[in-house]
């Protein structure tokens, strides 16, 4: 099992910047897509942004043009820059990990944005 760790999360005024973090370990394997996920009270959990293997970015419409998602191979760790944070940003956030050894899940980062 690979195991994962996020850091990074806070409080943070409308229109801040925080940047989130995901480091894997647990032994040899080969990573193929991450992604973030974000779940906010009473809603269902939604995929925020993800990155290939080959670099190739994807993004909820809500966040494009605010959220940078990267990737640095030779420290297995993803990073989620967010900047104009928005109160609708608020949420915890979730990283998950597509590789050889399966799918893995952080257990989740508090992101809050007050107005």
């Known amino acids: 099992q690979v195991q994962l760790v996020e850091s990074g999360g806070g409080l943070v005024q409308a229109g801040g910047s925080l940047r989130l973090s995901c480091a894997a370990s647990?032994?040899?394997?080969?990573?193929?897509?991450w992604r973030w996920y974000r779940q906010a009270p009473g809603k269902q959990r939604e995929l925020v942004a993800g990155?290939?293997?080959?670099?190739?970015?994807n993004y909820v419409d809500s966040v494009k043009g605010r959220f940078i998602i990267s990737r640095d191979n030779a420290k297995n760790t993803m990073y989620l820059q967010m900047n104009s944070l928005k109160p609708e940003d608020t949420a915890v956030y979730y990283c998950?990990?597509?590789?050889?050894?399966?799918?893995?899940w952080g257990q989740g980062t508090q992101v809050t944005v007050s107005s």
């Open positions: 998950n990990l597509l590789s050889n050894r399966g799918n893995s």
């Open positions: 647990g032994g040899g394997f080969s990573i193929y897509t």
């Open positions: 990155i290939t293997s080959g670099e190739v970015t």
